[in-house]
C-alpha cells in the first residue's frame, strides 16, 4: 500500500489537495487450493489466485471564510473507479459473490470501496 497527498496553499484563505490511495495485489484466500471449499475454487479458477491492485484519487479543497468558519469540500473517488463488479459463484447450497477487488460469502475479503461521492463540511473554531 503507498499513499501520496500534494497540497497547494493558494493564498491564506484558500487551498486545495489531490491524494492517491494505492493497493497492491493480495491473495484471493489464504488456505492452499486443495483446502479450498468447491465453490472457492470454481472462483479461483475463473479469477484466479488474486485480487487486483486499485487506485484511487481523492481531491479537496479548504476555504477560511471567517476567522472561525472554514468550509471544506472533497471528492472521493474522482475517476470513479468502480468496484462493485462481482458475479455469483455456487456449488451445491454453497454461493458466493466475487470480482477483480472483493469475494463475499459468510465473511468478506478484499476491498469494498464506494463510487465516486461528495463531502461538504464546516470548521468552526473557537
Not at 69 to 75: F, G, P
Amino acid at each position: 500500500m503507498a499513499n501520496a497527498r500534494l497540497q497547494w496553499q493558494i493564498n491564506d484563505d484558500f487551498s486545495a489537495r489531490i491524494s492517491a490511495e494505492y493497493h497492491g495485489k493480495i491473495p484471493r484466500y489464504t488456505s492452499i487450493y486443495d483446502n479450498l471449499t468447491a465453490v472457492q475454487q470454481e472462483v479461483y479458477d475463473a479469477l484466479g489466485s488474486e485480487m487486483k491492485a486499485w487506485t484511487v484519487v481523492d481531491l479537496g479543497a479548504s476555504y477560511k471564510m471567517t476567522d472561525t468558519i472554514t468550509l471544506n469540500a472533497s471528492i472521493n473517488n474522482l475517476l470513479d473507479k468502480d468496484f462493485s463488479e462481482v458475479q455469483l459463484y455456487g456449488s451445491g447450497r454453497n454461493t458466493e459473490y466475487a470480482g477483480d477487488y472483493f469475494s463475499t460469502s459468510r465473511s468478506t475479503t478484499g476491498y469494498v470501496n464506494p463510487g465516486r461521492n461528495y463531502w461538504l463540511s464546516v470548521t468552526l473554531s473557537f
